[in-house]
């Protein structure tokens, strides 16, 4: 028998017998075993430990390090968080054994996204790991990627949660990142996601109206009056019947979000940034998706804090009824305006700007409710004046001194996030009670104020010019509580030309190396999105927002670092054994 000349000896058999396992060229262990010859990868697919240290028997070879066990025949794993180890064709012509270098098996893509989904039905992080950096690898979209764990995520567990918001809010920067940073993103979201699903039965939805005859006017109105008493059942039904009649996402988002925002600032600003971030998973998820994620939303309208009822909304200044009342007099505005044909598009001077962000940022909350109802009676465009809101909440991070309790810093995130997402929802919609929110923001704004007494210094620049090291910066965030060195690092890379894009990639890679909590991941998301919509203004007030925002973030990564870095460890673990590399080569 003739063997190709691309096989590989793996020596004499005799010799074999003797040894009864050896490693050959190309990280290959090669084993005798019941009168037979095997060949697999000297990796253990779980980990990357030398195989061939550890045991056969009866047809089973276990790994010695987390005792994964396979089939010495095809390579088959019997533990579901280990892999299949690849396994190759053995010959023996004339007393000497070939191997086949090539596997008998191949890692295709469904191959890598059927595993994706066994990791997240099971949440074992290593095989969510090596299935994102195969996917990613073989040219595989991010969104497509995601798409999996959307899905998985809103078909199982209680509705949206904080790892559905993680997975959305990374899946929306990947562009700022570099493959390394794509693949921890989406594998951060993805973990998180299964943290917050796996293991929970299936969330059955209930069935559409008999009819979908009733006009979505209608429709909208028993939405509203569901969630006021917080019938999540009937609203639910309400909303399948919406969709199930073709009612366009838009029309169904400014439904859901006129609910939402018929309390004030729910659940300190989560219950709209949840919503913001389903809407945006909806942008790029399967239109088979869109029930499913929608409907995932309405199970966390049964029990949000409602603002109004705290008593720092109400004394000892009552901020309740004067946007109440403010409210009612846009409302007869918006209406006297379109039977007049007029539009909200007008665009504020840099000047004004100025005024109300200083306005956002003062102790007379009161002036500040009446001019935004000025500057939206005058026609200005309600977008602009959330994004004024979210750069006000960034200041009050900037702002935010170290003597404070650690645990305010998540005071001053939630106002930020809620207020961009306000922002990205009204670039979106033109609907009138939806401005509701923005009088929201600005008094969570207001109320954060005492966060910045005293005041955290704004970091000027040195003059010297910009670091081509971005290390410096990670290794500064190596440090515990590195806050205003890290700031001053950025403000003179900024101001020292350096490029804004490695920078944003910096960021990202700083929190992703981290375990980082949930607001992290939000900060990152938020400052970056606020980052590129000040891109498209010119001028110094545009350029000192995009600073602010830079800032913003990080400072808050900062304060949150470093941490155990288990998360970022195992994906590296998963990369290197994508690339073959060896990991416990013995010297």
């Known amino acids: 028998m003739s063997v190709s000349l691309n096989w590989i000896s793996a020596g004499n058999l005799e010799a074999l017998k003797q040894e009864t396992a050896k490693v050959i060229r190309g990280g290959i262990a090669v084993f005798y075993h019941e009168d037979q010859v095997y060949a697999v990868d000297n990796r253990c697919p779980h980990l990357g430990f030398p195989l061939h240290m550890g045991s056969l028997c009866d047809g089973i070879l276990t790994c010695h390090w987390h ?114 940073g794509k693949i921890l993103a989406l594998y951060q979201g993805l973990v998180h996601v299964a943290r917050g699903s796996s293991g929970r039965g299936t969330r059955h939805l209930l069935s559409a109206l008999p009819t979908a005859d009733v006009p979505f006017d209608r429709l909208t109105e028993w939405y509203r009056s569901c969630i006021e008493v917080r019938d999540t059942q009937g609203a639910e039904k309400v909303l399948i019947t919406a969709i199930m009649k073709g009612i366009d996402t838009k029309r169904l988002s400014e439904m859901m979000l006129v ?39 309405v199970p966390m309208m049964a029990r949000p804090t409602r603002s109004e009822e705290l008593h720092q909304w109400q004394a000892p200044l009552n901020l309740v009824e004067p946007i109440k009342q403010v409210v009612n007099e846009l409302e007869q505005n918006a209406a006297q305006a379109k039977l007049a044909g007029g539009s909200k598009n007008a665009r504020l001077s840099a000047d004004t700007e100025e005024q109300l962000l200083q306005q956002l940022l003062s102790d007379t909350p009161e002036q500040t409710i009446a001019l935004l109802r000025d500057l939206l009676i005058a026609g200005t465009a309600p977008a602009q004046l959330a994004q004024l809101v979210a750069l006000a909440a960034a200041e009050r991070i900037v702002r935010f001194h170290t003597q404070n309790d650690f645990g305010d810093w998540i005071a001053v995130l939630h106002t930020f996030t809620y207020a961009h997402a306000v922002h990205e929802r009204l670039l979106q919609s ?3 009670l939806l401005q509701r929110a923005i009088f929201h923001g600005a008094v969570s704004v207001y109320l954060d104020r005492f966060l910045n007494v005293p005041t955290a ?115 590296k673990i998963a990369q290197r054994l994508h690339k073959g590399e060896r990991l416990f080569e013995e010297e």
Request: contains cysteine; aromatic residues 8%.
């Open 430 to 432: 033109d609907e009138p």
């Open 67 to 180: 005792h994964a066990r396979f089939d010495i025949c095809s390579g088959g794993t019997l533990d579901p968080w280990a892999d299949d180890v690849p396994s190759y064709e053995v010959r023996v012509d004339g007393g000497e054994v070939w191997v086949n270098p090539v596997s008998r098996r191949t890692e295709g893509t469904e191959k890598y996204k059927h595993r994706l989904k066994e990791g997240l039905e099971q949440n074992i992080g290593i095989v969510i790991a090596k299935a994102v950096v195969g996917l990613i690898e073989a040219g595989v979209p991010e969104q497509d990627i995601a798409r999996i764990g959307i899905e998985f995520g809103t078909t199982y567990g209680t509705g949206w949660n904080a790892g559905l918001t993680i997975l959305t809010a990374m899946t929306q920067s990947v562009d700022k990142l570099d493959k390394n």
């Open 259 to 297: 609910a939402a925002t018929d309390h004030f600032y729910l659940d300190g600003g989560h219950m709209f940034d949840f919503h913001s971030k389903a809407f945006e998973a909806l942008d790029w998820a399967e239109v088979s998706q869109k029930e499913r994620i929608l409907t995932s939303l």
């Open 457 to 571: 210094a704004r970091p000027k620049p040195s003059g010297s010019a910009a670091s081509a090291n971005h290390q410096e910066l990670l290794d500064l965030l190596d440090l515990r509580q590195q806050i205003g060195p890290a700031a001053q690092w950025v403000m003179d890379y900024i101001h020292g030309g350096g490029e804004p894009g490695a920078l944003l990639n910096t960021l990202g890679h700083a929190l992703l190396r981290e375990d980082a909590e949930f607001h992290s991941f939000q900060m990152y998301e938020a400052a970056v999105a606020e980052y590129d919509r000040w891109q498209a203004a010119a001028g110094s007030f545009a350029e000192k927002a995009k600073e602010t925002m830079l800032l913003a973030c990080t400072r808050y990564l900062a304060a949150h670092a470093p941490t155990a870095r288990e998360l970022p460890h195992t994906a």
